[in-house]
C-alpha cells in the first residue's frame, strides 16, 4: 500500500469549493440553489482587458517568461503600489504569481519553520491555517469580534507574542467578515512588529473594495516598508478570478526568495495573461468603479434585510463583498445551519467555522449576486429562520 507524507494530514481546504460542488450535484438533480458561497464577482472581466489578452496570443505571448514577472508588469505594478499606498517602490521589489495564494505558501515557506508561531486572524482565510500547520509551525490565532468590528482582539494580540513569534499575517478589509482594521490597532501593530523586527504578510486583496474610510496599508507606516509583504492580485478588483495573476510587494531579499520558490513551483506565470493584467492596471478603471458602487448598493439591501429577520443580527461589512450575520439565536452549530440552509431552502452559504473556531455561531453570505437573487434568498431565508426559532 502506498503511503504519503505525513505533512499531508495537515493540509486543510477550502469549504467554500466544496459547498460549491454539493450545490452544483444537487443542481443537477433538478434542485434549484441560490449561491451565496463563493467568494468572487459576479461581473465579466472588463472587454479591454480580455481584448489585451487575445491580441497579446496573436503577438507571440505563449513562451516562458522571466520568472519573477515580465518587466512591463512589474513596473506597472510598481507604479500602482506606490501611488496607493504612499511609498517608492521598484519594478525589483515586484513579484508576480499565478494567483495570489502563492504568496502565502511563499511567505510561510521562506520565513516559517518548526519551533516558530504564527500570528493571523480568525475567523479568516482558511489557507493560512492550513500553510501555517503545514510548514510545521505554531498557529496563534486572534479572535476577529463583533463586539470589535471584527478587527484583531488588541489585548489578545499583545499577550499572545512571544519570542518564537516569526511573522503576523493581517487581512484588511478582510474575509469572511468584511471587516477593517482600524488606524489605531494598525499602529500597534506596526510598533510591536518594528520593536520585535517581526514580518508582517498584509493580504490586501480587497483593498479597492473598502467602502468607508480611506484604505491604510500597515507598509506605508514608518519603518514597515522593509518589514511587510504586501499581498494583492487582480481576481476581485478586476474580476479575474479565473485568469490566477496575483503578486507581492516586498524588499529585494524576499522578492530573491519568492523567485527561486516561483522557480521550483510554477516557473513563471502566463505571459499573455500578464499582459492582461497591463491593461487593467494602465487602462480605465471605470468598469471596476461601477462594480464596487454595485457591490456597496447591494450591501445595504442584504444588511437590511438580515437585520429584518426576527434570530438574526448583521453588521455592516466596511469592506469586501460579504455579511457575517450572527444567528446565535438559533441555538445550533453554524455547520449544522449552513447545511440545513442548502438542504431545505437551497441557500448555499458558509459555516463561519469554515474559516476557523472563533467563527461558531456565525454565516457568510458573499453577496456577489444579482439584487433578485439576494431578495430571493432573504425571503427563504426569513421563511427558514422562523421555522428553526426555538
Request: aromatic share 8%; glycine share 8%; with cysteine.
Amino acid at each position: 500500500m502506498m503511503t504519503y507524507a505525513q505533512r499531508m494530514d495537515r493540509l486543510g481546504t477550502e469549504t467554500a469549493f466544496e459547498v460549491l460542488a454539493r450545490a452544483k450535484a444537487l443542481e443537477a438533480e433538478g434542485r434549484a440553489i441560490l449561491h451565496f458561497e463563493i467568494g468572487e464577482p459576479d461581473f465579466d472581466t472588463p472587454v479591454h482587458i480580455k481584448e489585451a489578452a487575445i491580441q497579446a496570443l496573436h503577438e507571440g505571448y505563449t513562451h516562458y517568461g522571466p520568472t519573477p514577472g515580465l518587466p512591463v508588469l512589474r513596473q506597472a505594478i510598481a507604479e500602482v503600489v506606490s501611488t496607493s499606498r504612499g511609498i517608492p517602490v521598484s519594478p525589483q521589489e515586484v513579484i508576480v504569481t499565478p494567483g495570489a495564494k502563492p504568496i502565502m505558501f511563499f511567505t510561510l515557506l521562506a520565513y516559517a519553520q518548526a519551533g516558530d508561531e504564527v500570528i493571523y486572524p480568525n475567523p479568516s482565510f482558511p489557507i493560512y491555517e492550513s500553510m501555517i500547520n503545514f510548514v510545521g509551525a505554531t498557529p496563534v490565532p486572534i479572535p476577529l469580534l463583533e463586539a470589535n468590528g471584527f478587527s484583531f482582539d488588541m489585548e489578545r494580540f499583545e499577550a499572545s507574542l512571544s519570542p518564537r513569534t516569526k511573522l503576523i499575517i493581517l487581512n484588511s478589509p478582510g474575509n469572511p467578515t468584511g471587516g477593517i482594521i482600524p488606524a489605531p490597532h494598525l499602529h500597534r501593530i506596526a510598533a510591536v512588529a518594528r520593536e520585535r523586527n517581526i514580518r508582517v504578510l498584509s493580504d490586501e486583496i480587497y483593498g479597492g473594495m473598502q467602502y468607508e474610510g480611506t484604505p491604510a496599508s500597515i507598509a506605508s507606516l514608518p519603518g514597515m516598508q522593509d518589514l511587510t509583504i504586501i499581498l494583492d492580485g487582480f481576481s476581485k478588483l478586476y474580476a479575474m478570478t479565473g485568469w490566477r495573476l496575483g503578486y507581492a510587494v516586498a524588499n529585494r531579499t524576499v522578492i530573491e526568495h519568492f523567485t527561486k520558490l516561483m522557480a521550483n513551483s510554477a516557473s513563471c506565470t502566463a505571459s499573455f495573461v500578464q499582459i492582461a493584467g497591463v491593461a487593467a492596471l494602465r487602462g480605465p478603471q471605470e468598469t471596476s468603479q461601477r462594480m464596487v458602487a454595485e457591490f456597496r448598493r447591494r450591501r445595504e439591501i442584504i444588511v437590511k434585510g438580515m437585520n429584518a429577520i426576527h434570530g438574526l443580527r448583521c453588521a455592516t461589512p466596511p469592506g469586501a463583498f460579504y455579511v457575517f450575520p450572527n444567528i446565535q439565536a438559533l441555538h445550533r452549530s453554524s455547520a449544522a445551519v449552513a447545511a440545513r440552509l442548502l438542504d431545505e431552502a437551497g441557500i448555499a452559504c458558509l459555516a463561519g467555522t469554515a474559516f476557523g473556531s472563533y467563527g461558531e455561531g456565525y454565516l457568510r453570505f458573499s453577496y456577489a449576486s444579482s439584487e433578485e437573487n439576494i431578495r430571493n434568498m432573504l425571503e427563504k431565508l426569513n421563511k427558514f429562520v422562523v421555522h428553526m426559532l426555538p
